[in-house]
């Protein structure tokens, strides 16, 4: 299930690697390479240590040089706490100013291990817990959670048996009164998730970002895309708009960035297209790639999804307004999300929307062997 939450009051968001535009699962195990800790301030199965970072971490407006990480599956800055039993966020309930990988009662006692590690290419503290045991219920966990020195916050779940809905997952500011909080005691959590939880959006910025307006006035603001590092999906935020006049709401403007796979060639040949067209792909059958070819005898904003024979969307090659003309997309076989697809029958469709609303669309189907 698709999961992005957020903004909440400070800006913080999350999206999970099972949405479009989510961060990309990828575990790089520190259990051979980092520190393990060994001694605890309290006990191995309800305790913390204090541990120095690489870096300042900036978390909801203030800036920390340490992280305090308890073995209940959660690490939290200044105040200290280990609490074993979860609970809804926010709440002014301890702890607070959290991160919350997977807050549970755990207990290292009998097994289990918690590593940390700063990966200086990456500019990340990592912090792994380890096949640590489920307190009740059975099962074990292992799990990241992931400092950058951006401020951003990741979570990578390695293996979870057993106990699987009985965390809580999210972050939480130092009064207890604003949360991020994507599960609390459900089923959410599944092998080869990641979750990404950020304040603002990095691929959008907005000029000038606050200013005073006089009564009856106006001020214009920039809003700037920046696809930089991105891969292909389609990225969607909200600007949101505050104001101290009471009387009139936060205004919440959806934004949504396109971003096409590296292997997209725009425009092909010269002149205007008499009719709108969608071709057959090139080669079918094909293994790895392909190329489909349309036209559009005029401008139009066009949308080339790719689906697979259950109707399940596949993959957006192309969400984005075009002028008119000829149009090559190569296909090599990848999802939303980077994975490469199996072999079977696909459909690709085309929509076209022109200036005065007129939709055009057409649809074909490709083999995809291997």
Aim: proline fraction near 6%; include cysteine.
């Amino acid at each position: 299930v698709d999961t992005v939450v957020g903004p909440d009051s400070a800006g913080y968001r999350a999206i999970d690697s099972d949405s479009p535009g989510g961060p990309t699962y990828n575990w790089f195990d520190i259990s051979t390479i980092g520190i393990q800790i060994t001694s605890w301030t309290g006990t191995s199965d309800d305790g913390y240590a204090t541990i120095a970072l690489p870096f300042q971490f900036s978390f909801y407006d203030n800036t920390y040089n340490s992280v305090n990480i308890c073995t209940n599956g959660f690490v939290n800055f200044g105040a200290t706490s280990t609490a074993y039993s979860n609970g809804a966020i926010p709440s002014t309930a301890t702890p607070n100013n959290a991160c919350y990988g997977l807050w549970d009662d755990l207990n290292l006692t009998s097994s289990g291990t918690v590593h940390y590690y700063f990966d200086t290419p990456g500019s990340r503290f990592i912090i792994q817990y380890t096949d640590v045991p489920f307190y009740s219920g059975g099962g074990t966990a292992k799990f990241q959670i992931i400092l950058k020195s951006t401020g951003e916050i990741l979570y990578q779940y390695n293996n979870i048996t057993g106990a699987t809905n009985s965390s809580t997952v999210g972050i939480e500011n130092l009064g207890g009164t604003v949360a991020v909080q994507l599960i609390y005691s459900a089923n959410y959590l599944h092998n080869n998730l990641a979750i990404l939880i950020s304040k603002g959006l990095l691929w959008v910025e907005e000029s000038p970002s606050s200013g005073s307006i006089a009564p009856a006035g106006n001020q214009p603001v920039t809003v700037t895309f920046n696809s930089t590092g991105l891969t292909a999906g389609t990225y969607r935020g909200i600007l949101a708009i505050v104001s101290n006049d009471a009387p009139r709401s936060p205004r919440n403007i959806p934004v949504r960035l396109s971003v096409l796979p590296s292997d997209v060639r725009e425009q092909r040949g010269t002149g205007i297209p008499k009719e709108f067209a969608l071709e057959q792909n090139y080669p079918n059958p094909f293994n790895p790639t392909t190329t489909i070819s349309y036209s559009l005898p005029t401008e139009a904003t066009v949308r080339l999804k790719i689906f697979n024979m259950l109707g399940q969307e596949v993959i957006t090659l192309v969400d984005a307004p075009h002028a008119a003309g000829y149009y090559d997309v190569r296909w090599s076989g990848n999802s939303n999300r980077g994975v490469v697809v199996s072999s079977g029958v696909y459909m690709y469709r085309l929509e076209a929307t022109t200036p005065d609303g007129k939709i055009l669309n057409n649809f074909k189907r490709m083999l995809l062997l291997k």
